[in-house]
C-alpha cells in the first residue's frame, strides 16, 4: 500500500523559511512532487524530483526559493521554501509518479496535505 505523508507545514511570517518532508512508503524508483492549493483556486505545481535526485523542475514562482531534494536512505522528500510571501500561503501535497515529467503533469499518488500559512 503507498502512503505519502507530508509534515512541516506551519504559520510563518513573510521572508521565514519553512522545510516541508514527505515520508514514502510502499513505492521503490518513483519521481516525487510538490504540488500546492490556495483555497478557492486549483492546485498547482510547484516542484518535481527525479528517482535518482539528479533531474529537478520547479514552477516558474518559485524558482530561486524552494529547493526540492530527497534522501533515498529514508524514503523522503523534501522542499525548503526560503524568502516566504504571504502567496505562497497554501495546502501543500506531495506527489509521486513514475518520471519527474509525469509527476508534473498527473502523478500517481497523492498526500494528504500540510497547511501553510504566511502573515505579512
Known amino acids: 500500500q503507498v502512503q505519502l505523508v507530508e509534515s512541516g507545514g506551519g504559520l510563518v511570517q513573510a521572508g521565514d523559511s519553512?522545510?516541508?518532508?514527505?515520508?514514502?512508503?510502499g513505492l521503490t524508483f518513483y519521481a516525487m512532487g510538490w504540488f500546492r492549493q490556495a483555497p478557492g483556486l486549483e492546485r498547482e505545481?510547484?516542484?518535481?524530483?527525479?528517482?535518482?535526485?539528479?533531474?529537478?523542475?520547479?514552477a516558474d514562482f518559485v524558482k530561486g526559493r524552494f529547493t526540492i531534494s530527497r534522501d533515498n536512505a529514508r524514503n523522503t522528500v523534501y522542499l525548503q521554501?526560503?524568502?516566504?510571501?504571504?502567496?505562497?500561503t497554501a495546502v501543500y501535497y506531495c506527489a509521486a509518479g513514475p518520471s519527474a515529467a509525469a509527476t508534473r503533469?498527473?502523478?500517481d499518488y497523492w498526500g494528504q496535505g500540510t497547511q501553510v500559512t504566511i502573515s505579512s
Open 18 to 25: 519553512l522545510r516541508l518532508s514527505c515520508a514514502a512508503s
Open 45 to 58: 505545481f510547484v516542484a518535481a524530483i527525479s528517482s535518482s535526485g539528479g533531474s529537478t523542475y520547479y
Open 81 to 88: 521554501m526560503n524568502s516566504l510571501k504571504p502567496e505562497d
Open 105 to 107: 503533469r498527473n502523478p
